[in-house]
Structure formats: C-alpha cells, structure tokens
C-alpha cells in the first residue's frame, strides 16, 4: 500500500500543455511527407501525443464538463493502454 498523495488534476493540464509544446517543435517546417518518412519526430510526435491522451484521462468528469469546448474524447484516444505497444510487435 502506497501513501502517496494522488496528483492534482491541474499538473496534469500543465503536462498536456508541455507535451503539445513538443509536438508544435518536433513538427515546425515539416510537410506531410517528410514528417511521416522522418522517423524520429513522427515517433516522438505520436509520443507526446500518447502522453497528452494520458494526462487527459486524469482530468475530472465535472472540469471536462465545464470545458465542452474541448474535443475530450478525440484527445483520450491517443492514450495508450501500458501493454498496447507489447502487442504491437
């Protein structure tokens, strides 16, 4: 049994924020091809992608419904169950 204290939901906004920063950089000049044929930042992009779906699962029901404005559902779909990237292969 663990005594941590649970994250507060709001380090998870300033974590999504932070990783989409990323994807703006990794994807900064690139057009479609030479995006996907580049390797490390399509990989790193889908990366931070997984990891702001992740972020987005731990932001409570009733802080979504205050923010419709916000595609919530399109964005929980790039999280990752843990094993899914075992599977794969």
Request: hydrophobic residues 40%.
């Amino acid at each position: 049994m663990s005594d941590a204290v649970p994250r507060e939901w709001r380090f998870y906004i300033d974590d999504m924020i932070a990783f989409a920063g990323k994807v703006i950089a990794y994807t900064k000049g690139l057009d479609q091809a030479t995006f996907i044929a580049g390797g490390l930042n399509y990989d790193a992009t889908v990366r931070n992608l997984e990891l702001i779906g992740e972020a987005a699962t731990h932001i409570p029901e009733a802080i979504r419904a205050e923010h419709p404005q916000i595609p919530w559902r399109r964005v929980n779909r790039h999280a990752q169950p843990p094993d899914s990237r075992l599977s794969r292969h």
